[in-house]
């Protein structure tokens, strides 16, 4: 088993920059691509970033393109998501994910793992 934590979210005003940590415990030798997802209130859960094992490859959504980056820190089993120009509409939970074969996926049902999530609220 893999155990996902994820930090650093919080209150932020819309313009503003967050960045959260997502820390990997268990068997994280098997742990191969990493991505974030965000869920709002009444919305399903959606693709936010991903990254591959190496980090030399990543994909984002459309809407936090050039304002997301995401990055991988594997002596340390922690991936990150930097966050700047925020807007209201990024208000969500933020999850990472992990799975344990192929690459970054945009697909919910393709990740093995994840963390419990964490408040991130930008106010405008």
């Known amino acids: 088993q893999v155990q996902l934590g994820e930090s650093g979210g919080g209150l932020v005003q819309a313009g503003g920059s967050l960045r959260l940590s997502c820390a990997a415990s268990?068997?994280?030798?098997?742990?191969?691509?990493m991505g974030w997802f965000r869920q709002a209130p009444g919305k399903e859960r959606e693709f936010v970033a991903a990254i591959t094992y190496s980090g030399g490859s990543s994909d984002y959504a459309d809407s936090v393109k050039g304002r997301f980056t995401i990055s991988r820190d594997n002596a340390k089993n922690t991936v990150y998501l930097q966050m700047g120009s925020l807007k209201p509409e990024d208000t969500a939970v933020y999850y990472c994910?992990?799975?344990?074969?192929?690459?970054?996926?945009?697909?919910?049902?393709?990740?093995?793992?994840w963390g419990q999530g964490t408040q991130v609220t930008v106010s405008s």
């Open positions: 268990g068997r994280t030798f098997s742990v191969r691509a």
């Open positions: 994910a992990a799975r344990t074969i192929g690459r970054g996926s945009r697909y919910y049902d393709d990740y093995d793992y």
